[in-house]
C-alpha cells in the first residue's frame, strides 16, 4: 500500500489511483494542469461546442443542465446561461434527505435564473425498498440518488430530443486524474456502472428476497445505445473547459445570487452538500468505515492541491474531522425502516480488513495504512502553501417556510434575504 | 482482403485499466471488464491486454473475467514467462499470447509455444523508437537500445515463426497526435506476417491515414477509446463515411449521422431531432 | 435441445459453451461415448497445432468415440478452426500426421501470394455454396467471422460449403453428409457467429 507524497490519498482509493515512482499520484499529476494550461483558449472550445447545439427556431431548449440545491449547481447554471447565453432545461432528481436550505437553495436557483425545471421524484415506498438493498448488498445508502441523477437527465434527453447535457466536473478527472482536462473527457454508461453502481446495471436489484419488482427500478435505467445514438446525446463537463475551484466558485455565487451555506457534521467545506441530510453525516460516515477516509480528506486534498493547505494542515484537518459521529443517524433509520443493530451488522460486513485491525478491544487502522501513511508524511514533498487558512462562509435566512428538523420531501421554498454568519476556519 | 482491424487495447496495471502515456505515466479508468464489456458492445473487432504486472495470479484473473464477458478474441500479452505461463493464459481464455521480454531473453520457449499452440497464437510485441533519426527497438528491461536494426530484428522474429506482430510506440502512446506512419510503413513492407500498430490514436484521421499509407493488418487504439461515449460505433462509422474499409457492426447506431473528424457525433439539425418525435427507435435483437 | 462438446484436454471450451449459452442452448463438455451418445449434436473445437490436437484425441479415444456418433449414429458435427482441420485424411503442422478421416482432403499450410499475408487473421465475409446452406440458413449479407489460421483445408468442391470472399483458395467452411466443419472461430464472431451456432442447432433438431 502506497500514500502521495503531496496529497493523502491512498492506492486504496474507490475510483483507482495511481502513484508514480516519484510517490505522487495521478490526481495531483492532472492537478498541475490547471496551472499549465490556456484557459482562456479552453474557454473558446467550451463556446465552439456548445454553438453547435443552440436551437436557433426556438422551438426547443438548448440544453439540459442537471441541478439539485448544491454542488455548484449555481455556478453552472450561470455559465450556462449567462456567459453562453443558452436556454437550459433544468431537471432534478429528488434526492428525498433534503434539508431546507437545499430546498430554498434550488427555488432560488429557478427562480433567479427564470429557468423552467422538470423534477422527478420517485414513491419513497420504492426509494425505501431499493435503498435497503443496496444497503444490504453494497453498504451503499446514495445507490438511489447517484443512479437517479445519472438516469433521469440522460431520459429527459432522449425524450425531450435534447442532445446536450452540461454537466459540472468530473469527479475521476478531479479527485484521482483519470483523464486530462485535454481528453475532453464526456459523460459515458460505463463510468456509471462501474464507479457509481458498483458495475451493474440497474436490473441488478430486482429480486423477491428484497421486494423489488422490473417496474421499481424503471426510473433507474439508462437509456439503450439505439436511443441514445439516434438522438445524438453528449454529456460534456465544464471542467474540462474552466479552472475549476469549488470554493472560489460557491463564493462568487453566495455574493451574485444569496446561495445559503450551511456548517456540516464530518466536513468543514459549508458549500458542496448543503442540500442533503446525510451526504455529509452518515453517508460520509459509512464512506470512512468502508474506505478509511471521510469527505473531510478529500476537501482538504482539494484545498491543498489549491496550496490553501500544507501538507501538515490537511492532515490534521482530515483527522479532526473523520471521527466525529453522524448526527442524522436516528432520522435515517427512522425513514428507512432498519433497527440500529441491524444497521451496524450490516455496516460490518463491508470494513475491509486492509484498511481495520480490532487491537486493544477497539477498531483502529490496520499496521500497514498507519505505516503507509507514515512513510509519506516522513518524505513528504516540500510544501507550497500561500496564504492564510482558507475560510468557509455560512449564510443561511432566517424567516423560512420549511421546518429544518428532518427530511423534506416536497418543500415550499420561500425564504426571507439570508445573512451571512460567522465562517468556519477548519484549523481551529 | 480482409477489413482491416480496429483492436481494442486495454492497459492494465495493478488490475486496472489505466490510460498510459509514454509508457511511463498512468492514469486510472476502473475495471478493465467494464471497459472490454463496453467496446465490445460497440463492435470492437479484437481485444488486446497489455498486463504490466508481474503478479501473475492478478494478471490470470483479469483475462478471465474479460474473456468470459466478452465474444471477440482477447490477445493476452505481458507476464508471461514459461510454457506453463502460457498455458494458465490459454485454459483462463486468451485467445492469443504476446511475448516481448521472452522474445530476446528465451526465444527457445517462444518457438516452443509456437509449436505446441500454433503460430496463429502467438504475438511477437515489440516497442521501437526514434533516435538520430533512425529507428531502433528498445528493450523496455535493460531501459536502452537493443542491438538490433529493424531489418536484423524482423528477421529474429521470423526464425521464431509467430503469428502476428504488435508494433508498439512509446513515444507516440498517450499523445494523440498520430501514428508512426514512416516506420509503421517500412515494417509491414519488409515482412509477411499480419502486423498490429499500436500508439497516438486520436482521431478517425489518424486511422485512415494509417492504413492508407502504411496499411498494417491492424490498427490499436488505446487511451481514446475510454474518452466517450460509443467510441467505437464513431471511430467506424468515421471511417466508413470516408470509404475506408472496416468491419461495421450489426447494430445501425449513428447510420444516419455525421462524425467530425475528433471521431464525436455531429449533431442533427432541429429538424431531424423534430422528425425523431415520431419515429420508432428499435433496438437490436441478434 | 443439448450439445456435447468435446473436452480433449485442448483449449478453452468456455467460450463455446457461453456462446451456445447466449442462444438458449445447453451444453455438455465430455469426451465419454455414454454421454455424447444422447446429445443432438457433437461440436469438435479446437485449439493449438493438428499433431498436438491429434495426439490428445487418441489418448482419450475420441477417434473412436467420434467414429461411432457421427459415421454409426448419424449424429450432426460441427468442428470449428483447428476441429475443422482434424476432421480431414492427413494434417502437415510439424510433421505429416493422420487426422480422423471424415472428410476426404487433407491440411496444409497457406501457399505464398502476393499481398497474402501468414496467418490469415481477421473479419472476413464468405461465398456461400449449395452444400453450405444448411450451416448458413440464419446468416444475414455482409456478415463477417474471425479468422485466425496459417493452415487451411484442402477438399473437393462439393465439401466446400463457403470460401472466403476476398480468397477463394481459403475454405471457410466445409460440409459433408452429417458432418460440418467452420474454419472460423463462431465463439468469437459476435452475433453473426451466433446465428452460425443456431443454424447448426436448427439442423440438429431436424435429424
Not at chain 2, 111 to 123: D, P, R, Y
Not at chain 3, 119 to 142: C, M, T, Y
Request: charged share 25%.
Amino acid at each position: 500500500m502506497k500514500v502521495c507524497r503531496r496529497c493523502l490519498y491512498s492506492n486504496l482509493h474507490p475510483l483507482g489511483i495511481i502513484i508514480d515512482d516519484q510517490g505522487i499520484c495521478s490526481g495531483c499529476r492532472v492537478h498541475e494542469e490547471k496551472n499549465r494550461l490556456d484557459w482562456p483558449k479552453r474557454w473558446e472550445l467550451l463556446e465552439k461546442l456548445v454553438d453547435k447545439y443552440r436551437c436557433r427556431s426556438g422551438k426547443n431548449y438548448d440544453c439540459i443542465v442537471p441541478v439539485s440545491g448544491a454542488r455548484d449547481s449555481f455556478f453552472i447554471l450561470h455559465t450556462v446561461k449567462k456567459r453562453l447565453g443558452l436556454n437550459p432545461l433544468l431537471v432534478t432528481y429528488n434526492k428525498h434527505y433534503n434539508t431546507a436550505v437545499g430546498v430554498r437553495n434550488l427555488c432560488r436557483l429557478r427562480t433567479k435564473f427564470d429557468c423552467d425545471i422538470i423534477t422527478q421524484v420517485v414513491d419513497p415506498d420504492r426509494v425505501k425498498r431499493i435503498t435497503r438493498a443496496t444497503f444490504r448488498r453494497w453498504g451503499s445508502i446514495y445507490w438511489h440518488c447517484l443512479a437517479g441523477q445519472t438516469s433521469f437527465p440522460a431520459q429527459m434527453a432522449v425524450k425531450m430530443k435534447i442532445p446536450l447535457i452540461i454537466w459540472g466536473h468530473h469527479q475521476g478527472l478531479d479527485q484521482v486524474g483519470m483523464f486530462s482536462h485535454q481528453d475532453e473527457v464526456e459523460m459515458t454508461r460505463r463510468h456509471r456502472r462501474n464507479h457509481d453502481l458498483f458495475r451493474q446495471e440497474a436490473d441488478a436489484l430486482v429480486s423477491d428476497h428484497d421486494f423489488i419488482k422490473q417496474v421499481d427500478v424503471n426510473p433507474y435505467y439508462y437509456p439503450q445505445d439505439e436511443e441514445i445514438a439516434a438522438v445524438g446525446i453528449r454529456g460534456v463537463y465544464l471542467g474540462n473547459y474552466i479552472r475549476w475551484d469549488t470554493k472560489a466558485q460557491h463564493e462568487s455565487m453566495i455574493d451574485l445570487y444569496d446561495y445559503e451555506a450551511i456548517p456540516q457534521t464530518r466536513t468543514f467545506d459549508t458549500y458542496n452538500d448543503v442540500d442533503c441530510w446525510l451526504h455529509s453525516d452518515l453517508h460520509d460516515y459509512i464512506k470512512w468505515v468502508k474506505w478509511g477516509y471521510g469527505r473531510a480528506t478529500d476537501h482538504a486534498i482539494r484545498e491543498l492541491r489549491f496550496e490553501r493547505f500544507s501538507r501538515n494542515e490537511a492532515v490534521k484537518v482530515a483527522k479532526k474531522y473523520e471521527s466525529i459521529d453522524p448526527t442524522s443517524i436516528e432520522k435515517f433509520l427512522e425513514w428507512i425502516g432498519i433497527t440500529r443493530s441491524g444497521f451496524e451488522f450490516i455496516l460490518n460486513q463491508h470494513k475491509r480488513m486492509d484498511i481495520w485491525a480490532f487491537r486493544n478491544k477497539k477498531w483502529q487502522y490496520s499496521e500497514t495504512w498507519s505505516q503507509a501513511h507514515k512513510i509519506a508524511f516522513e518524505n513528504q514533498e516540500n510544501g507550497k502553501k500561500k496564504g492564510k487558512a482558507p475560510l468557509f462562509r455560512v449564510r443561511k435566512s432566517k424567516l423560512v417556510s420549511d421546518q429544518d428538523e428532518n427530511f423534506i420531501l416536497i418543500g415550499k421554498g420561500t425564504y426571507e434575504n439570508p445573512k451571512e454568519q460567522k465562517p468556519i476556519n477548519p484549523l481551529k | 482482403m480482409n477489413a482491416p482491424r480496429i483492436v481494442g487495447t486495454i492497459i492494465v496495471r495493478g488490475g486496472l485499466h489505466v490510460q498510459s502515456l509514454g509508457f511511463k505515466q498512468y492514469f486510472p479508468l476502473g475495471c478493465p471488464v467494464e471497459s472490454a464489456k463496453e467496446f465490445d458492445r460497440w463492435g470492437i473487432d479484437e481485444i488486446a491486454l497489455i498486463l504490466l504486472d508481474k503478479n501473475f495470479k492478478l494478471n490470470l484473473k483479469t483475462i478471465s473475467e474479460v474473456s468470459s464477458a466478452v465474444s471477440v478474441p482477447v490477445a493476452a500479452v505481458g507476464g508471461v514467462r514459461s510454457i506453463l505461463d502460457a498455458k494458465a493464459y490459454v485454459s483462463g481464455g486468451a485467445d492469443k499470447i504476446g511475448f516481448n521480454y521472452s522474445l530476446f531473453k528465451n526465444p527457445q520457449m517462444v518457438h516452443e509455444a509456437t509449436k505446441f499452440f500454433g503460430q496463429q497464437c502467438i504475438i511477437a510485441s515489440i516497442d521501437i523508437v526514434h533516435y538520430k533519426s533512425k529507428l531502433q527497438h528498445w528493450n523496455y528491461w535493460e531501459n536502452k537500445f537493443s542491438q538490433y536494426n529493424i531489418t536484423s530484428l524482423i528477421d529474429k522474429i521470423k526464425q521464431v515463426n509467430v503469428g502476428e506482430i504488435l508494433l508498439n510506440f512509446p513515444e507516440k502512446d498517450g499523445s494523440g497526435t498520430g501514428m508512426d506512419l514512416v516506420a509503421i510503413k517500412k515494417i509491414v513492407k519488409i515482412t509477411q506476417i499480419p502486423v498490429i500498430a499500436l500508439g497516438g490514436v486520436g482521431s478517425v484521421k489518424h486511422i485512415v491515414n494509417c492504413f492508407k499509407s502504411a496499411n498494417p493488418s491492424a490498427i490499436g487504439i488505446g487511451n481514446r477509446l475510454s474518452h466517450f461515449e460509443h467510441s467505437v460505433y464513431l471511430f467506424k462509422k468515421g471511417l466508413k463515411d470516408i470509404g475506408a474499409p472496416v468491419r461495421t457492426g450489426v447494430n445501425p447506431c449513428y447510420d444516419d449521422s455525421m462524425i467530425d473528424h475528433d471521431g464525436r457525433p455531429i449533431n442533427k439539425s432541429e429538424k431531424e431531432l423534430e422528425e425523431l418525435n415520431f419515429q420508432r427507435i428499435e433496438p437490436q435483437m441478434p | 435441445m443439448k450439445i456435447g462438446i468435446a473436452d480433449y484436454g485442448l483449449g478453452n471450451l468456455l467460450s463455446i459453451q457461453s456462446a451456445f449459452e447466449k442462444i438458449g442452448v445447453s451444453t455438455v463438455l465430455t469426451c465419454k461415448f455414454s454421454i455424447l451418445k444422447n446429445v443432438d449434436g457433437v461440436v469438435l473445437p479446437g485449439v493449438g497445432a493438428f499433431s498436438e490436437a491429434m495426439k490428445s484425441i487418441r489418448k482419450t479415444k475420441l477417434d473412436l468415440t467420434l467414429h461411432k456418433l457421427v459415421l454409426d449414429q448419424k449424429k450432426p458435427l460441427l468442428g470449428i478452426c483447428l476441429g475443422m482441420q482434424i476432421l480431414a485424411e492427413y494434417g502437415h503442422e510439424n510433421y505429416k500426421c493422420l487426422g480422423l478421416g471424415l472428410i476426404p482432403g487433407e491440411v496444409i499450410k497457406m501457399p505464398f501470394k502476393i499481398n497474402r499475408k501468414v496467418p490469415h487473421v481477421g473479419w472476413s465475409d464468405v461465398k456461400i455454396f449449395e452444400s453450405g446452406k444448411a450451416l448458413f440458413q440464419r446468416s444475414q449479407r455482409n456478415d463477417s467471422y474471425y479468422f485466425d489460421h496459417s493452415y487451411i483445408v484442402k477438399t473437393n468442391k462439393i465439401n466446400q460449403a463457403a470460401t472466403v470472399s476476398s480468397d477463394n483458395e481459403i475454405v471457410a467452411a466445409v460440409s459433408h453428409k452429417n458432418i460440418f466443419g467452420v474454419q472460423f472461430h463462431p465463439e468469437k464472431s459476435q452475433i453473426p457467429g451466433l446465428r452460425i451456432l443456431k443454424s447448426f442447432c436448427m439442423h440438429c433438431d431436424n435429424q
